[in-house]
């Protein structure tokens, strides 16, 4: 096995990165044809090709109705999560809301 020396081996890599770049060009152009055909085909809509990531996860950063209230100050907890100091080591039940 003979060993190259580093200018050699970096013409080497310039090659191959510039097959790599011609490579590329030509499959994405041919997948990117296909994906128009198909498009095309199925009358498909942006959005259905690129749902946005809003409608993926619906539930994300929704808000919970309050299951808790402190009579005292009107606080409310849903139930999730640390409970507040003002229910912590208590019976639920009485600040329970209706």
């Known amino acids: 096995m003979t ?5 050699e ?13 011609t490579a590329r060009q030509e499959e994405s152009g041919a997948a990117l044809a296909t994906i ?14 690129f749902p946005s990531k809003r409608s993926a996860s619906v539930n994300k950063g ?3 109705a309050p299951k808790y209230r402190d009579p005292a100050t009107g606080a409310t907890w849903s139930g999730r999560g640390k409970a507040p100091l003002w229910i912590a080591n208590k019976d639920r039940a009485q600040f329970a809301i209706g």
């Open 3 to 7: 060993t190259s020396n580093y200018k």
């Open 36 to 49: 128009h055909s198909l498009i095309a085909e199925y009358g498909l809509s942006q959005s259905e090709v």
């Open 9 to 21: 081996l970096l013409a080497k890599r310039a090659e191959l990165e510039a097959q790599i770049n």
């Open 62 to 64: 929704s808000t919970v």
